[in-house]
């Protein structure tokens, strides 16, 4: 049996042969909950328990594609400090966001890396609260919002109106 590790631009394929067979259950128990996500959970947990090694890289290939397209649907506008901040555009981060942590759970939302000078604030913002009954799971949450405070003081804006609720 293999097991697969997947990030946003990786999968990597592990077998625990030679591990002993509770080392073996430690591993592979880790390696499960760190891949399977909420709504995947019985399609990528099938492909470990009955997949040749084949189908379990095509399946995390799979995933890792989503998960990659999923980040860069949601990051768009808030990782372009020009973006527009119109009903819709912000609209289409909220969905977006929403929609990759359905599919892939909160702590794949990463906000740790995020700087003021390299964001949107509202943007940011927007993904901040609709993402605030996960902070606690979400890496980099707490951050982020300081980043889009001093983003909104840098675009002129009132980051109290900005971030309205959050701080």
Not at 110 to 136: D, I, P, T
Not at 143 to 153: I, S, T, W
Request: glycine content about 6%; overall charge negative; proline content about 5%.
């Amino acid at each position: 049996m293999h097991y697969v590790h997947v990030e946003p631009s990786r999968a990597v394929i592990l077998s625990p042969a030679g591990l002993g067979s509770y080392a073996g259950a430690q591993f592979r128990d880790a390696w499960m909950d760190s891949v399977r996500a909420p709504q995947t959970n019985s399609e990528y947990s099938q492909m470990f328990v009955h997949a040749s090694s084949g189908e379990v890289l095509e399946a995390a290939s799979v995933k890792s594609y989503r998960l990659a397209a999923g980040a860069k649907r949601w990051q768009r506008h808030v990782l372009d400090p020009h973006a527009t901040a119109d009903v819709d555009a912000l609209t289409e981060t909220v969905e977006a966001a929403l929609e990759f942590i359905s599919e892939f759970g909160p702590p794949t939302l990463s906000l740790e890396y995020f700087r003021s000078g390299s964001v949107q604030c509202e943007h940011l913002a927007a993904v901040l609260r609709a993402s605030c009954s996960w902070r606690q799971e979400i890496p980099g949450w707490d951050e982020a919002v300081e980043v889009a405070r001093v983003a909104a003081e840098a675009a002129g804006l009132d980051p109290e109106d900005v971030l309205y609720g959050l701080i």
